[in-house]
Antibody
Framework: QVQLQESGPGLLKASETLSLTCAVSGDSIKTNYYWCWIRQPPGKGLEWIGS???????YSHASVKSRVTLSVDTSNNQFSLKLTSVTAADTAFYYC?????????????WGRGTLVTVSS | QMTQSPSTLSASVGDRVTITCRASQSISTWLAWYQQKPGKAPKVLIY???TLESGVPSRFSGSGSGTEFTLTISNLQPDDFATYYCQQFGTFGQGTKVEIK
């Protein structure tokens, strides 16, 4: 069974950099999937942030593209998100997830999520 | 852009409910549906418009083509009261909360 687990600071101040890591177990990160970040402000809907392949190929949402860095660490079977210059609008639950892209396009395994709060 | 309706739906156990997701332009069949309960991560129910994810009860079904897609829950069960989202590539619908009437 594939499991994903997010980790990182839960409280940031405005203008700081958000850094989260997603540890993957039960599957190699070098398989034919994209590994993704999705966020959800409390009480609101889901927003895809970006996706990374084990080769390092990335895609990210236009709204955060200038602030986002995605990276993958195949040695430790994990991938990471950095989001610079955060504001209160970046306060959200952050989920990592696996994207099935071959013959489909959906997120089949998700982490439990971690709440990141940005204070002013 | 994916427009989901209704935003809230009140129903009773045993009801048949339908949630609609409309795309701003014709899309492929790569549409998925998720269920999310409070404090939990979303869970995929259906992908590629109508394929049921392994382990998901058969009372869930999906259909559609072009710009209009639907998720139907027949014989609504107590465990089904939750929020549902459609997804196509990097875009999610706004969500539909299914509440107890």
């Amino acid at each position: 069974q594939v499991q994903l687990q997010e980790s990182g600071p839960g409280l940031l101040k405005a203008s700081e950099t958000l850094s989260l890591t997603c540890a993957v177990s039960g599957d190699s990160i070098k398989t034919n999937y994209y590994w993704c970040w999705i966020r959800q402000p409390p009480g609101k809907g889901l927003e895809w942030i970006g996706s990374i392949y084990h080769s390092g190929k990335t895609y990210s949402h236009a709204s955060v593209k200038s602030r986002v860095t995605l990276s993958v660490d195949t040695s430790n079977n994990q991938f990471s998100l950095k989001l610079t210059s955060v504001t209160a609008a970046d306060t959200a639950f952050y989920y990592c997830a696996r994207l099935v892209e071959v013959g489909a396009n959906h997120f089949d395994f998700w982490g439990r999520g971690t709440l990141v709060t940005v204070s002013s | 852009q994916m427009t989901q309706s209704p935003s809230t739906l009140s129903a009773s156990v045993g009801d048949r409910v339908t949630i609609t997701c409309r795309a701003s332009q014709s899309i492929s069949t790569w549409l998925a549906w998720y269920q999310q309960k409070p404090g939990k991560a979303p869970k995929v129910l259906i992908y590629k418009t109508s394929t049921l994810e392994s382990g998901v009860p058969s009372r869930f079904s999906g259909s559609g083509s072009g710009t209009e897609f639907t998720l139907t829950i027949s014989n609504l069960q107590p465990d089904d009261f939750a929020t549902y989202y459609c997804q196509q590539f990097g875009t999610f619908g706004q969500g539909t909360k299914v509440e107890i009437k």
